[in-house]
């Protein structure tokens, strides 16, 4: 019998970049998620000059992106 100690943690991830793409998505994460469309509220993306874009607090603006479901810290 499992312990708790013994299953996987699972979270819940919010993207709004590549990891959108289903594609790249999978070959980041090595397996298909469930996936659904959101919306992170009073948040900003700012694409800096170099890197990837990030979420900044932004009121009144807003992200779209997906929540990816059974995310493990693996």
């Keep these: 019998m499992d312990t708790p100690s013994s ?7 919010f993207v709004y970049g590549t990891l959108n793409d289903p594609y790249v998505r ?5 397996e298909t998620l469930p996936v659904e ?6 948040y900003r993306r700012v694409h800096p000059k170099s890197g990837y874009p990030i979420a900044i607090p932004w ?5 779209e ?3 990816v479901y059974q995310v493990t810290p693996d």
Excluded: E, N, R
């Excluded at 299953?7 to 991830?13: A, E, R």
């Excluded at 999978?26 to 090595?30: D, R, T």
């Design 59 to 63: 009121s009144g603006s807003k992200i």
């Design 37 to 42: 469309a959101a919306i992170l509220y009073d």
């Design 26 to 30: 999978k070959l980041v994460m090595g």
């Design 65 to 67: 992106g997906s929540l």
């Design 7 to 13: 299953q996987p943690m699972l979270d819940t991830l």
